[in-house]
């Protein structure tokens, strides 16, 4: 029973489906003509720097500053801008997420990577960041050489200068021998000569250091001129590295997401659904007797019920059918059996159509419209004539008219004895013994039980039947409404309208 409300929540919700699959299917024709190729063009760099820096040039003077990491120096933001401005497609965010920078383990080989949708400006991109890289980081050694070589040069000159003039101080200050003997030296003499000694020492030591460090870095220019060096141009293959899904697999796709959108939000709307959606519910949550299957008709049809007209697909009466046949059961063991038609809280127009097939069924009905709100039985039953009928006491009883079907007879709602006499819930309950003894069955078209009046009428009939409008009624007005039935101590069934 559940899952069959299922079903016939996914009927009702039709045109949801109608919304969803085919926007789906648009976002799917909308995202293939959107989705593009792409293509990724890669070169590498080898990375020279290090090894020439530690290996080329030993000496303990030359400190060269090499990068220790590469990445961020190829993607500056200067370059990205650049970049920008020749492609204005690619913003800088793009630009991020579309070149990849990456270095081997040993970090001596460089690779770049730019992904794009047209494979010209992949390579161009990516050429433009290799021979950047290189150009930068190859001038930065150039001007590390350059200023390594002035130094030295500069120490050099300084060096051989301040030797010369310390060794014609030292030839100075020591006299030369007099017939093969040395002239003994003055204490402060001696002291000073010694210094001048030491620091000629230190600076043939220093200048033979820098006179080797020139040496090394002169030889090794040639080498620097390839300490960062691309090792091909960028390139990027024919066949695109993502390619797009044809028309066909993105609209099944589509149709499948739109299908199952639409089945999850039915679920969603069923399961939370405040609504009546089948008899269960309401013997399960409400605690109501129902009678068995639920009354399926459609206006047309009700019309050309009253109208005496059967209808082809006759078995969404079985419901109608079985009460008929309790109620001519009711009628047969106790003649006037009474009956209170009501509802949780919206009045139902059924009384008419059980009436009309009491009547056929040969039992002579009393149909009483006692909603004197709405009244609705001159709108349902065409009323011929006033009846003419008396109580067994002999007293008239005027407001009963007859009807253009047999056996059936009406009280209207703006009926009255006479003009000071109008007919009200009061005065229908002190008829009540009366008309029994008059019909086999009498149905109460009463308003809904929310209203005093109901309240009133159910506690003086034989049974009461409330409707539920199936998929109309909330659950929690048939609760209250149960409530109210149990408080009353009323003999109440429930009929399942859809």
């Known amino acids: 029973m559940e899952l069959r409300a299922y079903g016939e929540g996914f009927v009702r919700a039709w045109w949801l489906a109608v919304l969803i699959i085919p926007f789906s299917l648009w976002g799917g024709y909308v995202y293939t003509n959107s989705q593009q190729s792409t293509f990724t063009a890669s070169t590498s760099i080898l990375l020279n720097a290090p090894v020439l820096a530690s290996s080329v040039v030993p000496s303990q ?94 120490d050099i000159e300084h060096l051989t200068k301040e030797i010369n003039e310390l060794n014609a101080e030292i030839n100075r200050l020591v006299p030369p021998p007099v017939k093969g003997r040395e002239i003994p030296l003055a204490p402060q003499t001696r002291i000073l000569l010694n210094n001048n000694q030491y620091k000629v020492n ?41 390619r797009p899904l044809p028309l066909l697999v993105i609209e099944a796709i589509a149709l499948f997401v739109g299908s199952l959108a639409f089945i999850v939000l039915v679920i969603a709307r069923e399961y939370f659904s405040p609504f009546v959606r089948h008899k269960g519910e309401l013997q399960r949550l409400a605690g109501l007797t129902v009678l068995t299957g639920s009354l399926k008709i459609s206006d047309f049809e009700h019309k050309g019920l009253l109208h005496g007209r059967s209808l082809f697909f006759n078995k969404r009466l079985d419901a109608l059918r079985s009460l008929c046949g309790a109620l001519g059961v009711a009628a047969v063991r106790a003649s006037g059996h009474t009956i209170l038609l009501t509802s949780p809280q919206k009045k139902r127009h059924f009384a008419a159509l059980l009436t009309t097939l009491l009547a056929y069924n040969g039992h002579r009905v009393l149909l009483i419209d006692a909603d004197f709100g709405q009244p609705s039985a001159r709108e349902q039953v065409q009323i011929t004539e006033p ?112």
């Open 202 to 242: 230190q600076d043939v030591r220093q200048l033979a250091l820098d006179q080797q460090a020139l040496k090394d870095i002169q030889n090794t220019l040639p080498l620097f001129k390839q300490a960062y060096l691309v090792q091909h141009p960028a390139a990027v293959a024919d066949v695109p590295i993502i």
């Open 387 to 498: 009846a003419h009928l008396v109580t067994l006491s002999g007293k008239a009883l005027p407001f009963i008219c007859e009807t253009t079907i047999p056996h059936l007879f009406v009280i209207p709602a703006n009926s009255s004895a006479t003009q000071s006499d109008p007919l009200n819930s009061i005065r229908l309950i002190e008829l009540l013994p009366k008309l029994q003894n008059i019909f086999n069955v009498i149905v109460i078209d009463g308003p809904p039980l929310s209203r005093a009046d109901a309240h009133l009428l159910a506690t003086k009939v034989e049974q009461t039947l409330l409707l539920v409008h199936k998929r109309r009624d909330s659950l929690q007005t048939v609760k209250v409404a149960a409530r109210q039935c149990q408080d009353l101590k009323l003999n109440v069934q429930s009929l399942l309208l859809t």
């Open 61 to 154: 003077i030359v400190k060269f500053n090499i990068p220790s990491y590469y990445p961020s120096l190829v993607t500056t933001p200067d370059v990205l801008h650049t970049i920008n401005q020749h492609y204005p497609r690619l913003t800088l965010t793009k630009l991020r997420t579309a070149i990849n920078v990456t270095t081997d383990t040993d970090n001596r080989i460089l690779l770049i990577r730019v992904t794009d949708s047209k494979p010209d400006s992949a390579i161009d991109i990516a050429n433009y960041l290799a021979y950047r890289f290189v150009q930068l980081q190859n001038a930065n050694i150039q001007t590390q050489l350059n200023y390594y070589q002035q130094v030295f040069q500069s």
